[in-house]
């Protein structure tokens, strides 16, 4: 079977570089091409006009593009798109779907449904959470909900060979008005048993050669911050790579295409010290010179950590603070408070790596005084900071807690809510015109950091 798997565009529709290499839709490919099909990969947030970098109040102002473009079916993107649809039209196309990316895949899907006899299959994120509602969009023929490596081969594999797909776990659709589904099959517990992801069929690979360094040393977060929902993914259940298939891959990286500057994508890296030193010593062994960064948290590092971190090329660490409030940090939590924050930032800029952090505003049961907090601490501290505007995604804590209360409109128009959306005002203790009045204070502090 012919298979394309989508990773949709956000960023790109607002006019903003964000080059990476997708590495969900890497694994699924390893998996559906061992399996015997034909698979492609086209990475639809890839831009090649030299955008200005991104500002935190580009970010916010230029949302209203992302809005636009989904109403515009002539955009250079869409274009694009329905040109690798001509160029080999696919039997299957899978699109990788968050809550923020569900509508450009909606949109795509209807190019695709106007071009092509594919079959249309949204997984990730989106439909893991909302399997129903995703079903029942009219350009969807199925979902794939949870951990989708073994899912969606088996899904293939049906519709090839005209099988009713609906005996597979985490697979959905609607027949007759009703939404047939069957619930995710578990979490992937060993991790090493996958292979490799598939960088070499990637559309347009040779615009891609610069961005092939993205890695995981693991997959799922032990931590329970009330606005997230990727427990809902992973059962909230954290698994390992073994340092040597870390180490493995790295050197497969390097020998195949020549990559020495790798991006570790967990969602928190850094979390046992032990493994942290094992890792650390594996990359450091490797016979050839290595710089990488990731994300973790300030409550992790320490000198000691830091220095072995350090010894093994990192060179930079970003950091999800959220926010500077104790009072927001306890009512997220977040499980650190603000002398924390400033302790473990302070630390890794001693041990010589560069740091960033990402803040959130916007929260229900946010204050003036609040806001204040994290202008100050950006002031404080002087390192990037990048600006989110709080998002409630379905089936997080916070979610449960809007539906409950009646703050929450549903259903939510991710045409116009996202993490750096203007649309975003969820604050109940702030007057409208001074909630944006103060975002932009913030957003303006950070860039001003930057500049200096």
Known sequence: MRILLVYPPVNRLCNMNSNFFPLGLGYLSAMLK??????????????????????????????????????????????????????????MIGFSCTSASVMPCLKMAALAKDTTDARIVFGGMHPTILPESTARY??????????????????????????DPFFIDGVGAVVDDQVVFKRPR???????????????????????????????TSRGCPYQCTFCSGREITDGIT???????????????????????????DDTLLTHARRTRALCRAIADLPFEVRWSGFTRVDLVNADILEQVKASGCYSLGIGVEHASDAILARIRKGYARKQIVTGIE???????????????????ETEADMQCNIDLIRELGIPANINTFT?????????????EG????????????????????????APGRYRELLYAMAQTADDMVAT
């Open 239 to 265: 698994r390992y790579l073994p340092v040597e298939y870390v180490a493995g891959e790295m050197t497969h990286l390097h020998d195949r295409f020549g990559v020495r500057h790798f991006s570790f994508y």
């Open 407 to 430: 703050w929450i409109d549903t259903p939510i128009d991710w045409g116009k809510h996202s993490q750096h959306s203007l649309y975003n005002n969820f604050t109940r203790r702030i």
């Open 392 to 404: 409630p995604y379905p089936q997080s804590p916070i979610y449960a807690e809007g539906l409950r």
């Open 186 to 216: 578990p979490v992937i517990r060993d991790l090493a048993a996958l292979p490799f992801p598939n960088r070499e069929d990637l559309v347009a690979f040779e615009k891609h050669a610069p961005f092939l360094q993205a890695m995981v």
């Open 138 to 163: 009219p350009q969807v023929d199925y979902i794939v909900a949870g951990e989708a490596e073994h899912t969606l081969v088996m899904l293939a594999d049906a519709l090839e060979q005209k099988q």
């Open 347 to 365: 630390a890794i800029k001693a041990a010589g790596i560069q740091v960033s952090m990402n803040l959130m505003t916007g929260f229900p049961f």
């Open 34 to 91: 061992a399996g015997g099909h034909a698979v492609r990969i086209y990475n639809a947030e890839l831009e090649t006009e030299p955008f200005a970098p991104p500002t935190n109040i580009s970010r916010l102002e230029n949302h209203r593009l992302f809005v636009d473009a989904l109403q515009d079916d002539d955009h250079r993107v869409w274009r694009e798109f329905r040109t690798v649809l001509n160029d080999r039209p696919p039997d």
